[in-house]
């Protein structure tokens, strides 16, 4: 009996500790807060986020290089000269949305930041 009880216990202090880190009501923003570079395609993308009572819109997304991380300037990196202007993967600003979206409601920007 004492077994389970102490098994019970830690079953609740496990799920406390779980929904306490997933989004609780306390913490003002949430873990994917620095979630904010990514690669789409062939370019590597940096943003920010702009929160507002419960909802947040994402802001300033920047197109870098992937080879040097140098900014963007009409498709060409001042860096490394790589034109990406022909035959590169270039995402949309509404694909980029999605995508950025997809990998915060999946959980999946934790694998994939660089
Ligand atoms: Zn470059």
Not at 8 to 20: G, P
Not at 37 to 44: C, E
Not at 54 to 76: A, F, H, T
């Amino acid at each position: 009996m004492v077994i389970i009880a102490i098994i019970d216990l830690l079953y609740l202090i496990i799920s406390f500790t779980e929904s306490k880190d997933s989004g609780s009501p306390l913490s003002p923003y949430p873990d994917w807060k620095n979630y904010t570079r990514d690669v789409f395609g062939s370019l590597q993308y940096r943003w920010q986020y702009n929160f507002f009572s419960n909802n947040y819109s994402i802001e300033n997304l920047q197109r870098y290089c992937n080879q040097c991380s140098c900014p963007l300037v009409d498709l060409r990196y001042p860096v490394c000269k790589t034109n990406y202007a022909h035959g590169y993967d270039i995402k949309t600003h509404e694909e980029l949305l999605a995508l950025i979206q997809h990998r915060i409601d999946n959980g999946l920007y934790k694998k994939t930041t660089p």
